[in-house]
């Protein structure tokens, strides 16, 4: 059973680790680092564990973990009497992942607003046949808004410490 968990969660890793490389625009090896701590949880996970695991040297695992620090995507705790690190997701981490969301979400309907605006003012001036069909935008800018309104509700949860991460 430990066996079928432990493929499953390497599978995950690799999956997720694959998804953040290409999302957060980070290296194979610090996206399967971070792919690999958000499935481990709250116990956390060590510098060892991740070397042996993720089958990466030293150097390059520690240059990782040094510049997901810095981007504040994971934090480190400490045990009493215990002299290794484990490392975790910061909380942060979900904050800016939200905020960089919500940011897209909004530029895109600007330009949505932008090119329908256009769009309106051509339309005036044509005859009905050749008229611009304004509902995919005005569908778009509504599904925008309720994201956004869906999105701002989950970060104000987080906030609030409702959800355990």
Not at 16 to 32: D, F, K, N
Not at 39 to 50: I, N, V
Not at 71 to 80: D, E, G, P, Q, S
Request: charged letters at 30%; aromatic letters at 8%.
């Amino acid at each position: 059973m430990k066996e079928k968990i432990c493929k499953e969660k390497m599978d995950l890793v690799e999956k997720l680790g694959v998804h953040i490389e290409t999302g957060e625009q980070l290296a194979p090896v610090a996206a399967r680092i971070l792919a690999y701590v958000i499935l481990t949880g709250k116990k956390g996970t060590t510098f060892d564990d991740m070397v042996t695991i993720l089958r990466a040297s030293k150097s390059t695992v520690s240059t990782h973990l040094n510049h997901l620090q810095d981007l504040k995507k994971i934090v480190y705790f400490t045990k009493t009497g215990d002299r290794k690190k484990y490392f975790v997701i910061s909380k942060d981490m979900i904050f800016q992942h939200i905020d960089a969301m919500i940011n897209e979400w909004q530029e895109v309907k600007a330009l949505h607003l932008k090119i329908k605006n256009y769009k309106e003012a051509i339309n005036a001036q044509k005859v009905e046949e050749e008229k611009f069909d304004l509902n995919f935008h005005n569908d778009y800018i509504k599904f925008l808004d309720e994201a956004s309104t869906s999105i701002e509700q989950l970060r104000t949860k987080l906030t609030e410490n409702q959800f355990n991460i």
